[in-house]
């Protein structure tokens, strides 16, 4: 029988694939829309939201490959097991299914 943390642990393996730059690149853009001060109340929230579009594509994308149903199959099987955080995940997945 698997155990909860180990399902949960070869799950984050495969989210960690999902955007490993993502948040360099955000970060990286508010930063420098933070050097530009007359332009910080377009910039940033723009960033923001770019971020989050990618993010959702991304997420979307990722889910339907191979790695990204093992993925949300070893989140399944942990949660089902009783590991919060893993619940907590498949609930935030399942939104980009």
Request: hydrophobic letters at 40%; aromatic letters at 10%.
């Amino acid at each position: 029988m698997a155990s909860k943390d180990a399902c949960f642990k070869l799950a984050e393996t495969y989210y960690g694939q999902i955007d490993s730059n993502g948040n360099v690149r955000s970060g990286g853009i508010i930063a420098a829309s933070v050097l530009i001060p007359v332009t910080n109340w377009f910039t940033i929230p723009a960033a923001l939201v770019g971020s989050a579009i990618l993010k959702r594509k991304k997420y979307k994308a990722f889910l339907k490959t191979d790695a990204g149903k093992d993925m949300l199959q070893y989140y399944r099987k942990a949660a089902g097991l009783g590991h919060e955080k893993a619940q907590d995940r498949v609930k935030k997945l399942e939104k980009y299914l």
